[in-house]
């Protein structure tokens, strides 16, 4: 019995073949199984935190308003300033009498927050009988800190610069203007 030719290669070759086949295709999967492994075990997770800071609505509300008191004009222009504080100062060739007060507001909102306040730089003033007067406006502050406690929760006054004419116009003369309340 000698060594067959055809037995060899034909029988033989292809189950050796099929071995390398077999033993490639297993490292193959060997190899892949250990990449996905190897990327599991580089992935993290973290968790996030989602926050609210609500603040409750500003009410604004007007408790007194900016008066001038009676003015008696003279032969030339001038003008009558009332402070933030009510304090008023009667230019020249005027006369001023009466009771005079700055505008004042209150402030209610969330406890120890802080609000801005702002609003017209102007008012103009229109007479009973004609004529117009024109007053720039003066705010004791900016921004106010609401009280811990108290229905006002803060206040702010504002003041202002009445611009009088040479022998205005007699009349009773009123303006409205607008202020603001903001939460910083």
């Not at 996905?36 to 308003?65: F, P, V």
């Not at 009445?162 to 910083?184: E, I, M, P, R």
Request: with cysteine.
């Amino acid at each position: 019995m000698g060594w067959d030719f055809h037995s060899t290669f034909f029988h033989e070759g292809p189950i050796l073949m099929s071995k390398t086949i077999l033993k490639r295709a297993v490292l193959g999967a060997a190899m892949a199984a250990a990449t996905l492994t190897a990327t599991s075990a580089h992935a993290a997770t973290a968790t996030g935190t989602a926050k609210a800071k609500i603040l409750r609505q500003i009410t604004l509300t007007n408790t007194s308003d900016l008066e001038f008191a009676t003015v008696i004009s003279g032969a030339t222009a001038s003008t009558v300033a009332v402070s933030t504080a009510g304090a008023v100062t009667c230019g020249a060739s005027l006369t001023c009498t009466g009771t005079t007060t700055a505008a004042n507001f209150n402030v209610q909102g969330t406890n120890n927050a802080v609000v801005l306040v702002g609003g017209d730089a102007s008012v103009t003033l229109n007479g009973s009988l004609g004529g117009t007067m024109t007053a720039s406006l003066a705010y004791s502050a900016t921004s106010l800190t609401l009280a811990n406690s108290g229905p006002t929760g803060g206040s702010f006054q504002v003041g202002g610069t009445l611009a009088v004419g040479a022998n205005q116009l007699s009349g009773d003369y009123t303006g409205t203007f607008n202020v603001t309340a903001n939460y910083q």
